[in-house]
C-alpha cells in the first residue's frame, strides 16, 4: 500500500496546468480531491512520476446561475453540492446523489468533477448527471468543448476527455421544482453502491443506473415505456433492458438485475 515514487508541483492557474501536463506527458497526473487516484497509486495500479495539484484554482471553484442552467466548478467538493441552496433548490436529484456520498470526511475533500473523469460506473454522481442531462467543458491546447455527458463516458474508466485536457465546467439544466429519487442498495454506508438509481420526474421522467454497465447507464427502455403509458411496475421490469452488469465479491449479475428492477420500482414510485 505504498505508492511510487512521484514528485508533486501545485498549478498556479489552469493554463499552467495545462502547460505542465504537456511538459510531463503521459507520466503526468492531475490531482484534486485524489479519493481516485490515491487508492490506484497505493495499489501501484497507478504510477504517474508527477502530481499536478488542481484543487486550490479559483478557477474551478464556484456555482452559479446563468439563466436556466447551473455552472458548477469542476474542483467542488461532495459536501457544497449537498448543501450549496442553489443545487437543492435547481437540481435537487444532484444534491440528493452527493449527500449519499461515503461518509463525511470523503465529502468534504471529494470533487465533483473527479467523480467524472475517473469513469467509474459504480460512482454516484455520473448517474444523477447523466439522468440531468448534464454536460462537461473541457480546456486544452486546442481551446475548449463542451461534451454531453452521455457522450462523455466511453467504457469502464476511460472517458472522452484528452490527455493533455482539464475538465473545467459541469453544467446541469435547471430543474427546480421537478420530483427526484436516488436510491441506492450497498452493504454498508460508506460502500459503493452494488446497484444505484436516480430518478427525475415531470413530463418526461428520465432514469439512470449505477453500477448496471461498464459506464453509467440511461434506463431508456424505462423512460419509453412511461413514455407510451405503461405502469410503474411494467416500467421498472425493463430497468436492466441492455445492460451489462459485473459479478463481484458483493453481487453476481444475476442479483444486479433483479436490483435494477426493484430499486427503479420504488425511485419511480417517489417522482411518477
Request: include cysteine; glycine fraction near 6%.
Amino acid at each position: 500500500m505504498i505508492p511510487s515514487p512521484f514528485s508533486y508541483v501545485r498549478a498556479r492557474s489552469v493554463d499552467h496546468a495545462l502547460d505542465l501536463l504537456v511538459e510531463h506527458g503521459d507520466e503526468g497526473k492531475l490531482l484534486c480531491g485524489g479519493h481516485s487516484l490515491l487508492p490506484l497509486m497505493k495499489l501501484r495500479l497507478a504510477n504517474p512520476a508527477t502530481l499536478i495539484d488542481i484543487r486550490t484554482l479559483p478557477e474551478l471553484h464556484g456555482i452559479r446561475s446563468d439563466g436556466d442552467r447551473l455552472h458548477i466548478g469542476a474542483a467542488t467538493r461532495h459536501r457544497d453540492l449537498e448543501l450549496d441552496a442553489a443545487v437543492v433548490r435547481r437540481a435537487p436529484l444532484l444534491a440528493r446523489a452527493a449527500e449519499t456520498i461515503g461518509d463525511p470526511q470523503i465529502r468534504a475533500r471529494g470533487t465533483i468533477g473527479g467523480s467524472i473523469v475517473h469513469g467509474d460506473p459504480a460512482a454516484d454522481l455520473p448517474a444523477a448527471l447523466l439522468a440531468l442531462d448534464a454536460t462537461v467543458t473541457l480546456r486544452g491546447p486546442r481551446g475548449t468543448r463542451e461534451v454531453a455527458l452521455e457522450d462523455f463516458f466511453l467504457d469502464f474508466w476511460q472517458t472522452a476527455i484528452a490527455p493533455d485536457e482539464v475538465l473545467t465546467t459541469v453544467t446541469v439544466p435547471s430543474n427546480e421544482d421537478v420530483p427526484v429519487s436516488f436510491v441506492k442498495f450497498h452493504q454498508r454506508a460508506q460502500d459503493w453502491a452494488i446497484v444505484g438509481v436516480a430518478a427525475l420526474g415531470g413530463a418526461s421522467p428520465r432514469v439512470a443506473l449505477v453500477n448496471m454497465a461498464a459506464t453509467p447507464w440511461r434506463a431508456r427502455a424505462v423512460e419509453q415505456a412511461l413514455a407510451d403509458g405503461a405502469d410503474i411496475a411494467e416500467a421498472a421490469a425493463l430497468a436492466d433492458v441492455g445492460t451489462a452488469p459485473s459479478t463481484d465479491l458483493r453481487a453476481d449479475a444475476t442479483y444486479r438485475r433483479h436490483l435494477a428492477r426493484v430499486i427503479t420500482e420504488r425511485a419511480l414510485a417517489q417522482v411518477v
